[in-house]
């Protein structure tokens, strides 16, 4: 099993920024793919960014140049750095994760972390 554990949501004025952690354990030998999405009441959830084991990073056109992903194979972590944030931010964001086990792939969500951009 594939544990995802996220951190760093909270409540922000806008203009400001949040960092966002994710960080996998278990036996995992390679994660492919790592993601943040985000989803607000009514609404179904977005993909906002994504890494590919590689390094090449993907946007979605709402955040670009705005939002940072990075990751750190060594750690099983990905980050999401949000900059100049908006109140049409607010969402809850989630990781997701795909990859391989020792026993097959996976693919895991983490439990969402709440971001508020609201003076």
């Known amino acids: 099993q594939v544990q995802l554990v996220e951190s760093g949501g909270g409540l922000v004025q806008p203009g400001g920024s949040l960092r966002l952690s994710c960080a996998a354990s278990?036996?995992?030998?390679?994660?492919?793919?790592m993601d943040w999405y985000r989803q607000v009441p009514g609404k179904q959830r977005e993909l906002v960014a994504s890494?590919?084991?590689?390094?090449?990073?993907n946007y979605a056109d709402s955040v670009k140049g705005r939002f940072t992903i990075s990751r750190d194979n060594a750690k099983k972590t990905v980050y999401l750095q949000m900059n100049s944030l908006k109140p049409e931010d607010t969402a809850v964001y989630y990781c997701?994760?795909?990859?391989?086990?020792?026993?097959?792939?996976?693919?895991?969500w983490g439990q969402g972390t709440q971001v508020t951009v609201s003076s």
């Open positions: 890494i590919i084991s590689g390094g090449s990073t």
């Open positions: 997701y994760m795909q990859g391989i086990l020792w026993a097959g792939g996976f693919d895991s």
């Open positions: 278990g036996s995992i030998l390679s994660i492919y793919a």
